[in-house]
C-alpha cells in the first residue's frame, strides 16, 4: 500500500490551464473502459483508463452535464464512485488496437470544449495515430490512424 503523499507525487500530469502538452511523453500501455457489470456484453464504459507505462493511469470519465473529466487514475483499483464495487469491472474496449511494443508515445493532447468552456472531447495524439475520447451518456473512445483523423482499420 502505498503513502498517500506518494499518490499525490505520482498523480500523472493532467490537463492544466487547456495546455496541450500535458501528457507529451507518456508512454500508453493499455487502454481499458469502466463498464457496469450488471448491464452484460452491451455495457458501454461510464469512463476510459489509460495505463501509462510508469506505472502512473489516467482516467476520463461522464459527467452528468454530459462533459468528459479528465484526472488521475486509480489502477489496477476501480474508481470510488464504483459501487458497489463487486458490480463494477475493467473491460477491453472493442475496435482498439493492441498497443505496439513499448506502448503508443504520446505527442500532443487536445481538449475540445463547447461555449460553456465544458470539455466534451480529448483528442490524445500519439505516434501511429489517436485516441478521440468524447463525454455524453457515456463514453465514447476511438482510435483513428494518421493526421487526417480516418478510422483505424485494425
Do not use: K
Request: net charge negative.
Amino acid at each position: 500500500m502505498r503513502a498517500e503523499n506518494e499518490d499525490v507525487a505520482r498523480a500523472p500530469r493532467v490537463p492544466r490551464q487547456r495546455r496541450a502538452d500535458w501528457l507529451s511523453g507518456a508512454r500508453i500501455v493499455g487502454v481499458l473502459g469502466v463498464v457496469y457489470r450488471p448491464e452484460g456484453l452491451l455495457a458501454e464504459p461510464e469512463a476510459v483508463e489509460f495505463l501509462l507505462a510508469d506505472g502512473q493511469s489516467l482516467l476520463l470519465t461522464c459527467a452528468s452535464d454530459w462533459s468528459l473529466r479528465i484526472g488521475p487514475g486509480v489502477w489496477p483499483r476501480l474508481p470510488d464512485w464504483c459501487v458497489p464495487s463487486g458490480q463494477w469491472e475493467f473491460a477491453t474496449l472493442p475496435g482498439l488496437p493492441p498497443p505496439p511494443d513499448g506502448g503508443w508515445t504520446v505527442v500532443r493532447t487536445e481538449e475540445r470544449g463547447d461555449a460553456n468552456g465544458q470539455v466534451r472531447e480529448a483528442v490524445i495524439r500519439c505516434e501511429g495515430g489517436s485516441f478521440v475520447v468524447g463525454g455524453g451518456d457515456t463514453v465514447t473512445v476511438r482510435f483513428t490512424r494518421g493526421h487526417r483523423g480516418a478510422p483505424s482499420t485494425t
